[in-house]
């Protein structure tokens, strides 16, 4: 069985990448517009998700970098309503994509014996479920 190549891997490091960065985009439009005393908790919540997003960012140019390839600039449009439950939901949506992206990643990156890499990225994997957690929290889940 044929396995995946470093270069197919670092294919998929810079799409989680582009969606890192639209995950900051996202956040920090959303903790702007999100209205209503009730709903303060999360909005400082997603101003730290958004900081986090950035570190999780950092982390994957320089892995993609060590690599050997060119980390990406692109950013996917993010999502956004008026309705604050429906950007909760947006936001939520995005983690469990994320999730299920970097279980799949961390496969791979063992699959070519790249721990180090592997490492890197358990330590978002384990961030990206707390951001799951706030929000399912917030969404009285
Ligand atoms: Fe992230
Ligand atoms: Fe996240």
Redesign the pocket.
Known sequence: MAGITKDQLLELLNKDLALEYT?IVQYTQHQGVLKGAMYQNIQKELII?AQ??LQHATIIVAQIDYLGGVPTVDVPPAKISEDNVIMLQQDLAG?ND?IARYIARIKQAEELNLYHLAHQLRNILV??QE?AMDLEQALGR
Do not use: N, S, V
Request: net charge negative; hydrophobic share 35%.
């Open positions: 995950a998700h986090e997003e983690e994320a961030m990206e951001h």
